[in-house]
């Protein structure tokens, strides 16, 4: 265990060697995918000028190749797999639902609607109020769900999935009757956004996605003493000193936070919300800053491999990454679904 501290031990942090070490191996990972991500395309380029490219220190033509399109495109998908990974941790970790993640349960469907409704009702104003409107269906969607899955005292995991996964249905059904009065323009622009695409991401996206993972940083910071407290239950983390509800609250309210900013920019991409802490826990069995640190990255290792393998699987025909983590996060989310039943059976 390493032990660091700071401000006359004020601040202290106690970090397992094992998680700690995966975690460097995690973001090595992440590196390489970066420089293949870069590398690979119609024009490829050498490992080494894929390399100076991502470093900062490329020629000219990696820098007109790789720095205007590639790099941007990369970064933009490991950031927005980051931030829905984290989302689904704290999802997961505020309703003790394993089976909890934002494009699941409405969150993402909910912040889709209200961006498309403002790209098909205000064009004009769409770009200015996209993260706002993102952020107010996801937070009117996140009450709605709640507030019906604890009529009946307490919100059980069961009737909290089934409700998110009927209120999604609806959402995504109110987005297509939305699309059909839009004009064909921007209904070909929303759609191409709704399959979770970030084929036109630029440099302006980044830096908005930057932002919202230092927002993520302090929020993993504020949230691993409530994760720890939540898992013990509620009345024991009262008898510990926290504020279920409030902390409860503050968990919700930050994942919905990112995972608005991450569909704001790229649409809803689904399954890597819940795959990414279940991958976590997998892993190592380390503090809740330490799980959300490892779920963050593999989320963004995920997403950049999507964009990959839909960038180059079928070369010169792109698949948008949000489909490619629906193929693959259909099958396990229905062995998750399975092996909670079997448990909760028994």
Not at 110 to 115: K, N, P, S, T, Y
Not at 201 to 209: I, P, S, Y
């Amino acid at each position: 265990m390493w032990r660091l501290s700071a401000l006359g031990g004020r601040l202290a942090l106690a970090l397992p060697v094992g998680g700690t070490l995966l975690l460097m191996i995690l973001l090595a990972g992440l590196t390489a995918l970066i420089t293949a991500s870069v590398a690979t395309g119609t024009v490829r380029l050498g490992l080494g000028e894929a390399l100076g490219t991502v470093i900062g220190n490329g020629g000219e033509r990696a820098a007109m190749i790789a720095g205007e399109l590639r790099l941007p495109r990369a970064l933009t998908s490991l950031m927005a797999g980051g931030l829905l990974a984290i989302a689904g941790t704290l999802l997961q970790g505020a309703t003790r639902n394993p089976l909890a993640d934002p494009a699941l349960v409405g969150i993402s469907q909910g912040a889709g609607l209200a961006v498309i409704g403002a790209a098909i009702l205000a064009p004009e104003l769409a770009d200015a109020w996209r993260l706002p409107a993102a952020f107010g269906g996801g937070v009117g969607t996140a009450g709605v769900i709640l507030l019906l899955s604890e009529r009946g005292g307490g919100a059980e995991p069961l009737r909290f999935l089934l409700i998110g996964l009927g209120l999604a249905a609806f959402l995504a059904a109110a987005t297509t009757a939305l699309l059909t009065y839009g004009g064909i323009s921007d209904a070909h622009a929303a759609l191409a956004w709704l399959s979770g695409s970030v084929r036109a991401a630029g440099w302006d996206e980044v830096r908005l996605l930057a932002l919202a993972t230092l927002g993520a940083v302090a929020i993993i910071l504020a949230s691993a003493r409530p994760l720890a407290a939540l898992r013990l239950g509620d009345d024991l983390a009262a008898t510990l000193g926290h504020r279920p509800a409030r902390d409860r609250a503050m968990l919700l309210i930050g994942a919905v936070a990112l995972a608005s900013a991450s569909v704001a920019v790229v649409g809803p991409i689904a399954f890597v919300g819940l795959l990414a802490p279940h991958a976590a826990r997998l892993l190592t069995r380390g503090t809740p800053g330490l799980h959300l640190a490892l779920a963050w990255a593999i989320g963004a290792s995920l997403t950049t491999s999507a964009d990959l393998a839909g960038r180059t699987a079928f070369d010169p025909v792109q698949i948008p990454s949000g489909l490619v983590t629906a193929l693959v996060g259909a099958p396990l989310f229905a062995f998750l679904m399975l092996r909670m039943m079997r448990t909760g059976a028994e």
